[in-house]
């Protein structure tokens, strides 16, 4: 497998922020996931929920809700305004105020014509999507109370608004109330509370189905304004809820972290008359379930505990391998300056900048050195204003840091002694550099490629005076789609970017043009690099796939194509996880070292490819066998799970590896207290 000296990282205290909305565009199959640090992510469902964007969030900005209106993004919050989002730039695009104080939801008519949004004042207010902005229209009936849940009839001509003990129906013509429906507060101790509707569905036959703080989940008629049917679903929250397309089958989301789901169906067997019936509980997540959004696969939620679960609503047997969980993003937030053993930590208001720490003795495998020096963290760099940071880099040699939010690019050039360190930041940057979706320097560190819009790279020179533009890299293909990897060759002589559009372009940097374009395949890329001796770039997919590329030859390696001819394993392919980084072992050409949030892997590219009837992790396997008999069964994959979920794999001067790990028993430990479940026999 190669051997190498490793360092265990765990001193970047990253803290994934909590999930507070989602909202599923069924057409595009996209996921928008909200996060308490005002940040949005963009998944792609059928792409194995791959973030494909992420637009970095702000100081002091909430998001309460999501709402698609056709292809465009809006949020709001209990700032009060309402944001809509510029997404192929990955920014906000707008905010406007809607004058009626926290806005505590916001929802978009089957249409595409109307928002509308609950405030804190009691008014329900509509404004009209037009092809620019927004535009306020009027307010329907102002009821006593905050409107805390919002939905639209399918047909756009009622809205229902859950409200303190109350569900209103109004027309949205008219503007006034049609009926007033009265929330039962519950048993005992609960009867003197207010009960708050947290969330509201309303279907195309007139049902309205409302979660509440008493733990029911309540089936009312808006024709008669009566109660069909209730489910005592929790003894604390029913926070969140979400219907089918097809309008058959309902989830919710409770406080105890669990997922209920209701189906539609008959009652009596061979009769036509239907009623909700609860069908299954899932129990994926340790904290409270704040959002849950049906797709047409499975189940998708998110809370309090960080974590996106996708539930699929297949047979058990298929459920427990299918159960889907993004811990982690899929965008780097550790670069290494391997010349100077430095590491950048990108939190979202500030970076770290860390020495690596030094061991004595000679190393044996799996034996854990003493530390002759520890780490030492030597800068910590507050960005300024209220944007967080979207993407960061420290060069190679340590004398450089760039960093990135939506509106604005800091370069810095650091002065490191021993222990004392100075930065001077870098006032006279040229004027195209004013953000960047992705940003790297080149091997020698004399270069910065900043990742602009419509898919372009600026490359900008740097010596000790500061920085000199020296041009745009413009892909053939016209795409405005954003960069979200960028990958510099060894040499200085070539740059790999990919974009949303999974394109894959390849620029000659001595003429600063294209060089070619690398056949688009239909999964998103989720990591790339340019072998330093071959000068082949290797890719690896959302779904699990890699390819290598000859840039010289501008088509794919015998290697590749072998690996198409042949298949990649079963157990390969069924990861959870994408490869975040691709790596090379400079003692063997042949070695290409990647990994994801769970494993690092060796592919030996001298070795056969493993068949599906082949043991996968068989490393146990070979250590038990003589020598001779290992040749038989020896393949490719050699991968290693010896470390806890991993945020980073980089290589620094001296060969060796630096694993940065985030072990989820310290996110959870960091996390509020759960709802306290009394359990059997305590």
């Known amino acids: 497998m190669g051997e190498f000296k490793v360092h265990q990282v765990r001193f970047f205290e990253y803290m994934p922020s909590g999930i507070r909305a989602l909202a599923f565009h069924p057409k595009k199959e996209r996921m928008a996931v909200a996060r308490m640090d005002g940040s949005v992510e963009i998944c792609h469902c059928s792409d194995r929920f791959y973030q494909e964007k992420v637009i970095p969030g702000r100081e002091q900005c909430g998001i309460e809700a999501l709402s698609w209106v056709g292809d465009r993004l809006f949020s709001a919050g209990l700032n009060g305004e309402i944001t809509e989002y510029d997404l192929t730039n990955q920014k906000i695009k707008y905010t406007i105020d809607a004058y009626g104080g926290p806005i505590w939801s916001i929802t978009g008519n089957k249409q595409g014509t109307h928002l509308a949004v609950g405030c804190e004042d009691g008014n329900v207010k509509l404004f009209e999507v037009t092809e620019d902005k927004i535009q306020f229209e009027r307010n329907l009936a102002r009821q006593k109370g905050r409107i805390i849940s919002l939905s639209w009839h399918p047909s756009g001509s009622r809205i229902a608004a859950g409200m303190m003990d109350i569900i209103q129906v109004l027309n949205v013509e008219k503007g006034h109330s049609i009926h007033r429906m009265l929330v039962d507060k519950g048993v005992g101790k609960s009867r003197s509370k207010e009960c708050v509707v947290w969330s509201v569905v309303y279907l195309s036959d007139g049902t309205i189905i409302s979660g509440d703080s008493v733990g029911m989940v309540k089936m009312w008629d808006d024709q008669t304004g009566t109660l069909i049917k209730s489910h005592n679903v929790t003894k604390c929250d029913v926070l969140a809820l979400s219907v089918s397309q097809s309008g058959d089958s309902l989830v919710a989301g409770t406080s105890e972290g669990t997922v209920v789901q209701f189906q539609f169906l008959s009652v009596v067997l061979g009769k036509d008359e239907k009623e909700w019936v609860r069908t299954r509980i899932f129990k994926s997540h340790t904290h409270d379930v704040r959002a849950v959004a049906e797709i047409t696969t499975g189940v998708v939620s998110g809370g309090i505990d960080t974590q996106l679960v996708v539930t699929p609503l297949f047979d058990k047997a298929e459920v427990k391998s299918a159960l889907r969980k993004v811990l982690f993003p899929h965008r780097k937030l550790v670069s290494c300056a391997r010349k100077a053993n430095l590491m950048l930590f990108q ?336």
């Open 347 to 682: 939190y979202s208001g500030h970076l770290e900048l860390w020495r690596l720490g030094e061991s004595e003795g000679i190393a044996e495998p799996d034996m854990s050195l003493p530390i002759s020096r520890k780490p030492e963290k030597l800068l910590h760099l507050k960005v300024k204003g209220e944007e967080h940071i979207r993407c960061s880099s420290v060069s190679p040699c340590g004398e450089w840091i760039v960093y990135s939010t939506a509106s604005s690019l800091r370069l810095y050039k650091l002065h490191c002694d021993n222990s004392n360190v100075s930065i001077t930041k870098i006032s006279k940057l040229p004027k195209v550099l004013s953000s960047a979706s992705q940003l790297c320097f080149s091997s020698d560190s004399s270069h910065l490629f900043s990742a602009s819009t419509q898919s372009s790279v600026h490359m900008v020179s740097l010596n000790k005076a500061g920085c000199k533009f020296m041009g745009t890299l413009k892909p053939k293909s016209g795409s405005k789609q954003p960069i979200h990897l960028l990958a510099p060759s060894e040499d200085g002589k070539w740059l790999a970017s990919a974009n949303s559009d999974h394109e894959v372009q390849i620029y000659d940097l001595q003429i600063r043009k294209p060089h070619c374009t690398v056949p688009t395949y239909s999964s998103a890329v989720s990591a790339m690099a340019i072998h330093p001796t071959t000068n082949c770039l290797f890719i690896t997919h959302a779904d699990q796939q890699m390819f290598e590329y000859s840039i010289e030859q501008k088509q794919y390696s015998d290697w590749s194509r072998s690996v198409q001819r042949t298949g990649l394993h079963r157990v390969w392919l069924d990861r959870d996880t994408p490869v975040t980084n691709v790596m090379f072992n400079p003692s063997n050409p042949s070695h290409i070292i990647l990994h994801d949030s769970y494993m690092l892997c060796i592919i030996d590219q001298s070795l056969p490819l493993p068949d599906n009837s082949t043991q996968f992790y068989n490393q146990l396997t070979l250590r038990s066998l003589p020598e001779e008999q290992r040749k038989l069964y020896t393949h490719a994959f050699k991968v290693c799970k010896a470390f806890k979920e991993i945020l980073c794999v980089e290589q620094i001067s001296d060969q060796s590896l630096v694993v940065v790990e985030r072990p989820l028993s310290d996110i959870i430990t960091r996390l509020p207290k759960p709802i306290k479940q009394k359990k059997f026999a305590t």
